[in-house]
Nanobody
Framework: VQLEESGGGLVQAGGSLRLSCAAS????????MAWYRQAPGSRRELVAI????????KYADSVKGRFTISRDNVGNTMYLQMNSLKAEDTAVYYC??????????????WGQGTQVTVSS
């Protein structure tokens, strides 16, 4: 599975951005997809996760009510709609996919990351 993010950039506080993550390869094996972020000097943290084709979504408390995670009907593209952005949302955002193969431990795949900078 290969993942490629896009949509990052510079935005003023209060603005919006939409991140995309395009998955290719054995996408039918993807069990869940998620967005993580990592700010300078901080650990990578889970922002939002979508499971089972979109039926279950979970969010970090810091983004609840502002961010929305979704996947297209085919399931090959994941999105993160980010509204009411704050300076503390500034980070590199990473796309993650978990693949489950019968009889094997789950495998994690990562994109290269896309920078989101929110100016105050």
């Amino acid at each position: 599975v290969q993942l490629e993010e896009s949509g990052g950039g510079l935005v003023q506080a209060g603005g919006s951005l939409r991140l995309s993550c395009a998955a290719s390869g054995s996408t039918f094996r993807i069990n869940s997809m998620a967005w993580y972020r990592q700010a300078p000097g901080s650990r990578r943290e889970l922002v939002a996760i979508i499971i089972s084709g979109g039926g279950i979504t979970k969010y970090a408390d810091s983004v609840k009510g502002r961010f929305t995670i979704s996947r297209d009907n085919v399931g090959n593209t994941m999105y993160l709609q980010m509204n009411s952005l704050k300076a503390e949302d500034t980070a590199v955002y990473y796309c993650n996919a978990v693949v489950v193969r019968t009889g094997e431990m789950p495998s994690n795949y990562w994109g290269q990351g896309t920078q989101v900078t929110v100016s105050s």
